[in-house]
């Protein structure tokens, strides 16, 4: 081959993977904003040599401003890669399902973006230095419903600094999520900086239920008086008005363990084509939820199979909040080894629910699958053939050997078998004799890695307002005196009455069959001062039995 057929050919595989290298992306950080407001627009490229975006295609459908540029250098394993971040701020020209265009930079191209603009009403007291505005999700939720709960700061001059509050409602959790966004709105001829602060809103019981109003207080930039008479800045501040919501009790006719949602589907993401006796096949299963999150989303699970072990992995999350309120997409595996050839059917999972929005009880489910198991490549799912092969003496020849006591032929192999058992048992033996108590080194430092994973009263408080039932029995467990390996050591080590039918009550809430608000009611009131704990004496004599080694 000629020599310059060779450097051409190197030079287009180094130019080939230059360019699989290399990745451009854009993104929204959001993909629903109202006329009036801005988003931002992100570009992220690896190429150093690409140079920044054209713009000019966004001109159609935004009004582009506040161009903004960022260089970072990474140095992994002693290579040095450069990535440029782009960001621009794009106000919507018209209502309606918009598209940002894909954009050029360098030679790249970035993915065209889908955004769906609104019109949206003024909130009120719009006209103000600065205002409040908060919206929910749902203004008669059910109990344990969750509930997106949004919250809006306006100001109309920029900030020096600033704090905004949102108080924990009485007789529900508030937990906050994700990040604040910051972008402009006009609202009624002024132009506004808007804050938004999302919340998980979750009732703990039924009846009337309100959600303090939020506080606002800081200093924004002054006017011309200000500069010259003062330091420059002014105070400001806004409070917002409460919300009042009616929390609704679980009806008498909802499935068990309660799941209120807006919405619920299941489908099977991946599914094999063959499958053989002995050898494992992967069924991946999907469950998106509306209305809930991760934590309280049950587990997608699999009945017990005649004909088959099923091995389930961890599930895997993906939490989001949308429309004002949360959505959760879990993915579960499960690893299916048939035990035996032939038919074989897989029950598909279901999932109880209820409609928040029909005020109705529903059952997400999927179709069984059904199997034809083929025989294992070791003639595996044929195990009575082989057996009536062996009695009708079809596998006996040279090597075989008869076995006393034992009808059937045994070839050679077997006595090495049998050899290499019983010298594994003898070594066995010997290494149990060899083997002495653990040191007292190990035994003293048991007690201090105890009191190092021990929980507080603090812990037990968040657990009961934002955590599951599980997270509540993991302190309960973590605050005994050494550590409690579950609920039940729990209650025996309780001196209170109270404090250990409220455990009760949280394991009947833990497993389906009580009161979950009651539960988390009755906790909150008997542990208010701390668990009460019976003392060291008390508890070694309820010991039916005495001490296995006494001490001499």
């Known amino acids: 081959m000629p020599r310059w057929c060779t450097s051409l050919a190197c030079l287009l595989l180094l130019f080939a993977s230059v360019a699989a290298q290399a990745q451009t992306r854009a993104w929204i950080?959001?993909?629903?904003?109202?006329?009036?407001?801005?988003?931002?627009?992100?570009?992220?490229?690896?190429?150093?040599?690409?140079?920044?975006?054209?713009?000019?295609?966004?001109?159609?459908?935004?009004?582009?401003?506040?161009?903004?540029?960022?260089?970072?250098?990474?140095?992994?394993?002693?290579?040095?890669?450069?990535?440029?971040?782009?960001?621009?701020?794009?106000?919507?020209?018209?209502e309606g399902l918009l598209t940002v265009p894909a954009l050029t930079v360098g030679s790249h191209r970035t993915q065209p973006l889908s955004l769906t603009v609104t019109s949206a009403a003024p909130p009120a007291r719009a006209g103000s230095a600065a205002f409040i505005e908060a919206q929910l999700d749902d203004e008669t939720p059910y109990v344990q419903q969750t509930?997106?709960?949004?919250?809006?700061?306006?100001?109309?001059?920029?900030?020096?600094?600033?704090?905004?509050?949102?108080?924990?409602?009485?007789?529900?959790?508030?937990?906050?999520?994700?990040?604040?966004?910051?972008?402009?709105?006009?609202?009624?001829?002024?132009?506004?900086?808007?804050?938004?602060?999302?919340?998980?809103?979750?009732?703990?019981?039924?009846?009337?239920?309100?959600?303090?109003?939020?506080?606002?207080?800081?200093?924004?930039?002054?006017?011309?008086?200000?500069?010259?008479?003062?330091?420059?800045?002014?105070?400001?501040?806004a409070n917002g008005?409460?919300?009042?919501?009616?929390?609704?009790?679980?009806?008498?006719?909802?499935?068990?363990?309660?799941?209120?949602?807006?919405?619920?589907?299941?489908?099977?993401?991946?599914?094999?084509?063959?499958?053989?006796?002995?050898?494992?096949?992967?069924?991946?299963?999907?469950?998106?939820?509306?209305?809930?999150?991760?934590?309280?989303?049950?587990?997608?699970?699999?009945?017990?199979?005649?004909?088959?072990?099923?091995?389930?992995e961890p599930a895997q999350t993906d939490e989001t909040f949308d429309d004002g309120r949360p959505k959760v997409t879990v993915t579960r595996k499960f690893s299916i080894v048939p035990t035996r050839a032939g038919a074989l059917r897989i029950p598909g999972p279901r999932i109880a629910w209820w409609d928040v929005r029909a005020a109705a009880p529903r059952t997400a489910s999927l179709p069984d699958l059904q199997w034809q198991v083929a025989p294992g490549a070791a003639g595996s799912g044929a195990p009575a053939a082989a057996a009536d092969s062996a009695n009708n003496g079809l596998a006996s020849d040279e090597s075989a050997a008869r076995l006393p006591g034992v009808q059937g032929d045994a070839r050679i192999w077997a006595w090495a078998t049998a050899g290499f058992a019983l010298l594994w048992l003898a070594t066995l033996v010997w290494a149990l004799q060899r083997r002495t108590q653990p040191s007292p080194q190990a035994v003293d430092s048991a007690p201090a890695h105890a009191v190092a994973a021990r929980a507080d009263l603090r812990d037990l408080k968040r657990a009961l307002d934002s955590g599951d039932f599980g997270d509540v029995a993991d302190v309960l467990c973590a605050m005994a005196k050494p550590p409690a390996a579950d609920l039940?050591?729990?209650?025996?080590?309780?001196?209170?009455?109270?404090?250990?039918?409220?455990?009760?009550?949280?394991?009947r809430a833990r497993w389906g069959d009580g009161d979950g608000p009651a539960a988390r009611a009755s906790l909150r009131a008997a542990f208010a001062s701390g668990p009460r704990w019976r003392s060291r004496a008390a508890t070694a004599t309820d010991e039916p039995l005495p001490p296995l080694y006494p001490h001499g």
Do not use: C, H
């Open 488 to 507: 039940d050591a729990v209650r025996e080590r309780l001196d209170d009455a109270a404090q250990r039918d409220a455990v009760a009550e949280l394991q």
């Open 147 to 237: 509930v997106g709960y949004t919250l809006r700061l306006y100001y109309a001059t920029p900030l020096v600094s600033g704090q905004l509050d949102q108080a924990t409602p009485d007789g529900a959790s508030l937990q906050r999520v994700g990040s604040d966004l910051q972008y402009t709105r006009q609202v009624g001829g002024k132009r506004y900086t808007v804050v938004e602060r999302r919340f998980l809103l979750v009732p703990e019981r039924s009846g009337p239920l309100t959600i303090p109003g939020a506080r606002f207080s800081g200093r924004s930039t002054g006017g011309f008086f200000d500069d010259m008479f003062g330091d420059g800045s002014r105070e400001l501040s």
């Open 241 to 312: 008005a409460p919300r009042f919501v009616t929390v609704r009790p679980v009806p008498a006719r909802a499935p068990q363990p309660w799941l209120p949602l807006r919405g619920l589907g299941l489908r099977y993401v991946a599914t094999p084509q063959r499958v053989r006796a002995g050898e494992a096949a992967t069924v991946t299963i999907e469950a998106r939820a509306d209305g809930a999150t991760a934590a309280q989303f049950p587990d997608i699970e699999l009945p017990a199979i005649d004909g088959a072990q099923v091995f389930a």
């Open 29 to 94: 950080d959001r993909d629903q904003v109202a006329l009036g407001e801005t988003l931002t627009l992100n570009v992220e490229t690896d190429d150093a040599r690409a140079g920044t975006p054209d713009w000019s295609p966004l001109d159609k459908d935004f009004v582009v401003s506040g161009n903004s540029s960022s260089r970072q250098v990474e140095i992994v394993n002693g290579k040095a890669s450069t990535r440029m971040l782009f960001a621009v701020a794009l106000q919507p020209r018209r």
